[in-house]
């Protein structure tokens, strides 16, 4: 079976850091690009990182860009979110998912882990 599966989300203070960890299996990871998708209470759910698979290429939106990281060790089938300096506009559940490419559509999706970022 397909898995995908965020972990490493909590409580943090404003100007902390976090790291979320994105665990892949049943699925040949490395050939994969990973998203990091959030969604906030009330709110649509928004991509906003993005590694590729063949050269690790990273893609970042403005809301993110300079405090948080995206990173990938497909030895341990495993993507990275390092989030620095977050803000309490972050909170958020925080899903991964992969597709063939960043700029197409997700085909296997995980379950998230909420961020709560305190002010």
């Known amino acids: 079976d397909v898995q995908l599966q965020a972990s490493g989300g909590g409580l943090v203070q404003a100007g902390g850091s976090l790291r979320l960890s994105c665990a892949g299996s049943g699925f040949t990871f490395a050939d994969y690009a990973i998203g990091w998708f959030r969604q906030a209470p009330g709110k649509e759910r928004e991509g906003d990182l993005c590694?590729?698979?063949?050269?690790?290429?990273?893609y970042y939106t403005d809301s993110v860009k300079g405090r948080f990281t995206i990173s990938r060790d497909n030895a341990k089938n495993t993507v990275y979110l390092q989030m620095n300096s977050p803000k309490p506009e972050d909170t958020a559940d925080y899903y991964c998912?992969?597709?063939?490419?960043?700029?197409?559509?997700?085909?296997?999706w995980g379950k998230g882990t909420l961020v709560t970022v305190s002010s």
């Open positions: 590694i590729g698979s063949s050269d690790g290429s990273t």
């Open positions: 998912a992969a597709g063939w490419l960043c700029s197409g559509g997700m085909d296997f």
